[in-house]
């Protein structure tokens, strides 16, 4: 998506929101009213809506090896241990990306906060396409977990898919617990806070021993979600029974430019293909005009080609295969040449009363000559008929006679 709207709730049903529309070369600005007037705004860009992190639990849990689609269903009975809830009132939610086998972050959240987002944003018409936890807009860096500060709640971000959102007055704690459960600790802190509020929390986070870096944020926190935010979202909330489906016209827009590129070279390759297959024709043409030249030399009257091989084997074996025969003769003695001179390729070869004519394509008159050499060795008598430089090699018709 090249264009979308993040959408945060500013209360628990959805009735006041705060959004941003996201867009190239486009500067970003907060907005605040109802779902009606985002309606009217923007009745058909995509939107994605932004949960608060408080309202969902993250889990780790080791994912059984097996088939993707069993792994989903055995997802309430793996949890079933570390929910207070009843399964089927929650939603459990895998990131976009996971390795079956290992230990994955795994979100729960109620069906019914689900149910409700889904229902109010089909109601006012509202092209909804993902849903994500909060901290999950916030930046990554290597070796580093990311907070944000707001004024009463703090997020923090520990991995692409794993994070958690907290009261502010609950983060050491929280921070404590998560970096005693973290497999790699990490190397620093990168703190986005309000402008006034960094001393506030400076004295508590300086407690967890680990360098902390600062830098001020405008009071909007979405602003700050909006500037760091990325597609495809770690971790998308609308899935299994949640899942929404995109609308044909976003499918369409999205495809539309893939299907022009390719029918553009599926043109090309049918032109391409047209003026090989006329170039392949005429080549026939000629070889095909010649056997038929060839073959009603060897046997006058014949109008039938569908047993020349038959025709032909007896005339051979009445001739005879050894020294007698000038068409054995010569290709014993031009086939040892032709085949150990490099960059030599025979094109044709025309056996006449009492010599042979050779039609070779070198790659340049360094070879020809030494191709003429080697048939010399060979005690056979060579003459150039042409000689001819055709953008990068050579095409030369040679005539072999029998050496005296």
Same mark, same amino acid.
């Given at each position: 998506?090249?264009?979308?709207?993040?959408?945060?709730?500013?209360?628990?049903?959805?009735?006041?929101?705060?959004?941003?529309?996201?867009?190239?070369?486009?500067?970003?600005?907060?907005?605040?009213?109802?779902?009606?007037?985002?309606?009217?705004?923007?009745?058909?860009?995509?939107?994605?809506?932004?949960?608060?992190?408080?309202?969902?639990?993250?889990?780790?849990?080791?994912?059984?090896?097996?088939?993707?689609?069993?792994?989903?269903?055995?997802?309430?009975?793996?949890?079933?241990?570390?929910?207070?809830?009843? %399964?089927?009132?929650?939603?459990?939610?895998?990131?976009?990306?996971?390795?079956?086998?290992?230990?994955?972050?795994?979100?729960?959240?109620?069906?019914?906060?689900?149910?409700?987002?889904?229902?109010?944003?089909?109601?006012?018409?509202?092209?909804?396409?993902?849903?994500?936890?909060?901290?999950?807009?916030? #930046?990554?860096?290597?070796?580093?977990?990311? %907070?944000?500060? !707001?004024?009463?709640?703090?997020?923090?971000?520990?991995?692409? +898919? %794993?994070?958690?959102?907290?009261?502010?007055?609950?983060?050491?704690?929280? %921070?404590?617990?998560?970096?005693?459960?973290?497999?790699?600790?990490?190397?620093?802190?990168?703190?986005?806070?309000?402008?006034?509020?960094?001393?506030?929390?400076?004295?508590?986070?300086?407690?967890?021993?680990? #360098?902390?870096?600062?830098?001020?944020?405008?009071?909007?926190?979405?602003?700050?979600?909006?500037?760091?935010?990325?597609? #495809?979202?770690?971790?998308?909330?609308?899935?299994?029974?949640?899942?929404?489906?995109?609308?044909?016209?976003?499918?369409?827009?999205?495809?539309?430019?893939?299907?022009? $590129?390719?029918?553009?070279?599926?043109?090309?390759?049918?032109?391409?293909?047209?003026?090989?297959?006329?170039?392949?024709?005429?080549?026939? +043409?000629?070889?095909?005009?010649?056997?038929?030249?060839?073959?009603?030399?060897?046997?006058?009257?014949?109008?039938?080609?569908?047993?020349?091989?038959?025709?032909?084997?007896?005339?051979?074996?009445?001739?005879?295969?050894?020294?007698?025969?000038?068409?054995?003769?010569?290709?014993?003695?031009?086939?040892? #040449?032709?085949?150990?001179?490099?960059?030599?390729?025979?094109?044709?070869?025309?056996?006449?009363?009492?010599?042979?004519?050779?039609?070779? $394509? $070198?790659?340049?008159?360094?070879?020809? !000559?030494?191709?003429?050499?080697?048939?010399?060795?060979?005690?056979?008598?060579?003459?150039?008929?042409?000689?001819?430089?055709?953008?990068?090699?050579?095409?030369?018709?040679?005539?072999?006679?029998?050496?005296?």
């Amino acid at each position: 998506m090249d264009k979308y709207i993040l959408v945060y709730p500013l209360s628990d049903d959805w009735k006041i929101v705060a959004w941003c529309a996201v867009a190239p070369d486009e500067s970003l600005q907060v907005k605040q009213g109802t779902l009606e007037t985002l309606a009217k705004v923007a009745p058909q860009m995509p939107i994605v809506a932004i949960l608060p992190g408080t309202w969902l639990n993250m889990f780790s849990i080791d994912l059984p090896k097996g088939r993707a689609a069993q792994v989903k269903k055995a997802l309430p009975f793996l949890l079933e241990e570390q929910l207070a809830e009843d %399964l089927d009132n929650v939603h459990i939610v895998l990131p976009e990306v996971y390795q079956l086998g290992k230990p994955t972050p795994v979100a729960v959240i109620s069906k019914a906060r689900m149910q409700t987002l889904c229902d109010i944003f089909k109601n006012h018409q509202l092209n909804l396409q993902q849903a994500v936890p909060d901290w999950v807009c916030l #930046p990554l860096f290597d070796n580093t977990w990311t %907070l944000h500060l !707001g004024q009463t709640d703090a997020q923090v971000r520990q991995k692409a +898919d %794993l994070g958690f959102s907290v009261q502010k007055n609950l983060l050491l704690p929280m %921070l404590n617990l998560a970096l005693s459960q973290a497999e790699h600790k990490p190397q620093s802190l990168n703190v986005y806070h309000l402008a006034l509020e960094a001393a506030d929390m400076e004295e508590q986070l300086t407690k967890l021993n680990i #360098p902390l870096a600062y830098e001020a944020v405008a009071d909007e926190s979405l602003l700050l979600w909006a500037q760091h935010f990325t597609l #495809p979202a770690a971790l998308n909330l609308l899935q299994g029974e949640f899942f929404v489906k995109p609308k044909v016209s976003e499918i369409n827009r999205v495809w539309r430019k893939a299907a022009v $590129v390719a029918a553009a070279v599926v043109v090309v390759q049918l032109l391409h293909s047209s003026i090989e297959y006329q170039q392949l024709k005429k080549q026939y +043409d000629v070889v095909h005009g010649q056997v038929l030249e060839l073959y009603t030399s060897v046997f006058p009257g014949q109008t039938q080609t569908n047993n020349a091989r038959a025709q032909l084997e007896p005339l051979l074996t009445k001739s005879g295969g050894g020294a007698n025969n000038p068409l054995f003769n010569y290709l014993q003695e031009v086939s040892e #040449p032709l085949l150990n001179t490099p960059n030599v390729h025979l094109q044709q070869i025309a056996l006449h009363e009492k010599s042979m004519t050779l039609e070779v $394509v $070198v790659d340049d008159f360094a070879a020809l !000559g030494q191709l003429e050499s080697a048939l010399s060795a060979k005690g056979l008598a060579v003459k150039q008929e042409s000689a001819s430089l055709e953008k990068d090699h050579v095409i030369a018709k040679l005539q072999v006679t029998e050496g005296k």
